[in-house]
Nanobody, 127 residues
Framework: QVQMVESGGGLVQAGGSLRLSCAAS????????MGWFRQAPGKEREFVAA????????YYADSVKGRFTISRDNAKNTLFLQMNSLKPEDTAVYYC????????????????????WGQGTQVTVSS
């Protein structure tokens, strides 16, 4: 059974930093494209960042570009999201996601593209 568990969320002041982690188990995720999404109250789940399984390719939403960095450790089946210069509008529940990819350079920005999801971790940024 595939399980993905996020951690690292919390309360931080605007301008601060957090590092989210997503530990995957049940499969070897080295050939899975992975991504981060977030969902604020009353809003749809939105794309944040994605990474190919080769780690050569990354892709970011315009709203986080230059502030967030996605990375992965395939040996440890772990996905990361380093979030710097946080803003109140970054407040949301953050979800990690994974899906098998035959193309080592493929990454996906759509919710429907991902097969597996974590349960989410709350990030709250105070002004």
């Amino acid at each position: 059974q595939v399980q993905m568990v996020e951690s690292g969320g919390g309360l931080v002041q605007a301008g601060g930093s957090l590092r989210l982690s997503c530990a995957a188990s049940g499969r070897t995720f080295s050939r899975y494209a992975m991504g981060w999404f977030r969902q604020a109250p009353g809003k749809e789940r939105e794309f944040v960042a994605a990474i190919s399984w080769s780690t050569d390719n990354t892709y970011y939403a315009d709203s986080v570009k230059g502030r967030f960095t996605i990375s992965r450790d395939n040996a440890k089946n772990t996905l990361f999201l380093q979030m710097n210069s946080l803003k109140p509008e970054d407040t949301a529940v953050y979800y990690c996601a994974a899906t098998p990819a035959y193309d080592s350079s493929a990454y996906y920005a759509e919710v429907r593209s991902y097969r597996y999801w974590g349960q989410g971790t709350q990030v709250t940024v105070s002004s």
